[in-house]
């Protein structure tokens, strides 16, 4: 699957004043049949996008469709397949934060609403970047609930976590064959010190936090350790252990070059793009997990540096399918530049990315052309090698190239 997507990010900022709904600052609210129309003419068949969690969620058992009727309905017309974005990096108001422990049970029945509501949609992303919300929102400070204590981070992990969950068990109740496509970002810390910190050991493990309680995978002695001493109980340890929630599960790896960092020894930190890359990401998500992958998200900042990035992404992809290792997807995120995403939504400077297939006047960056030529060159191989064979068709034999 070849797919973009619609930055649609809307977290909270300077103590809940402030909503960076990038759906409205990026245009979209006013441009979006033109928008899915260039996704349309571009040659692409599948759209992660978002719905706005705030504005279509207005209470309980209360709901806005008439945004999302039109604008899903379009996708329709057009053939996109959208793999729907259920919450992404925010919440509506009258919810509060991720501090709410009835977020979960909540978000599950909003979840049900979504899928009663389109059950042609089969593709589906509960939660946007679980680890990348909590930690924003409970760790660092600068969204929603704006924390800075490991007990904040925690809560809103598992309160995360615990969403995707009943997310998932809520949608596949109403659509037995849903795909769902979990996404979550690849990162990586480079400590150059001869004896790495117990800081630097804890930060590339607590990353993977969302997806071991999301899987049932076990946490590591040090990871289960901390999240005991901040907030997570036995029995709710337990609960997440039970095992993998319903739905054909797809994990999603988003990665940009920025998402890499090393520490010198003076404690100086600088951004390591493609010292692993995704490719050895991709891998070690895979050795842990064992789901399908999608390479969900990637840009960069710099829109004459977007074709070579582009191709090298591919790259990555095409490394990790000949490692057998199945790939399913990728993405090139967003379609159209954002805005802030710098500083990560923290101030509201209206800076433009230059990261999108296209500018926020619509026209066309150099990497647009580009995913052009490799959905041409590349759009019909198969998600697996000879995966053509498990196949069940009507048609009668012929050749697979023609001579």
């Known amino acids: 699957m070849f797919a973009t997507g619609i930055e649609c990010s809307y977290p909270t900022i300077d103590q809940g004043r402030v909503r960076r709904d990038q759906l409205a600052e990026c245009g979209h609210y006013e441009r979006w049949r033109e928008d899915f129309a260039l996704v349309h003419a571009l040659g692409v068949r599948v759209l992660r996008y978002g719905l706005p969690l705030h504005k279509v969620w207005l209470g309980r058992g209360r709901y806005d469709w008439s945004f999302a009727d039109e604008a899903l309905g379009e996708l329709k017309r057009l053939g996109i397949t959208p793999i729907l974005d259920l919450l992404h990096f925010g919440v509506p108001g009258w919810i509060g934060d991720f501090q709410n422990p009835e977020l979960p049970v909540l978000f599950r029945d909003y979840c049900a609403a979504v899928a009663d509501r389109y059950p042609w949609v089969r593709y589906y992303t509960p939660v946007n970047e679980a680890y990348v919300t909590a930690r924003n929102s409970a760790k660092t400070g600068i969204w929603n609930e704006q924390m800075k204590d490991d007990r904040g981070f925690v809560t809103a992990i598992k309160h995360l976590a615990a969403c995707s969950i009943l997310g998932c068990h809520a949608i596949a109740e109403r659509r037995h064959d849903a795909i769902i496509v979990h996404s979550e970002s690849a990162e990586y810390i480079h400590e150059m010190r001869a004896t790495v910190s117990d800081h630097a050991i804890l930060a590339n493990k607590i990353k993977f936090m969302s997806l071991d309680l999301l899987y049932a995978h076990p946490l590591d002695a040090e990871i289960l350790l901390y999240a005991l001493d901040n907030g997570l ?78 191709w090298k992404q591919w790259v990555n992809v095409l490394s990790v399918r000949q490692e057998g290792v199945p790939v399913l997807g990728f993405t090139w995120y967003s379609l159209t530049d954002q805005i802030d995403w710098d500083i990560q939504l923290a101030r509201k400077n209206d800076t433009v990315n230059a990261c999108g297939l296209y500018d926020l006047d619509r026209k066309p960056h150099p990497v647009a052309a580009n995913f052009r030529m490799m959905l041409e060159e590349f759009g019909r191989i198969t998600i697996m090698p000879h995966a053509e064979m498990l196949h069940t068709t009507h048609r009668p034999a012929k050749l697979k190239v023609d001579r």
């Open 233 to 310: 109980s036995r029995e709710e340890y337990a609960w997440f252990m039970r095992g993998d929630p319903p739905g054909f599960q797809v994990l999603g790896i988003d990665y940009y070059g920025r998402n890499e960092h090393i520490i010198k020894p003076n404690g100086d930190t600088f951004e390591a793009e493609d010292v692993m890359g995704w490719r050895e990401i991709a891998c070690q998500y895979w050795r842990r997990y064992r789901k399908p992958i999608m390479h969900t998200e990637t840009n960069v900042f710099n829109a004459d540096a977007g074709p070579a990035w582009l």
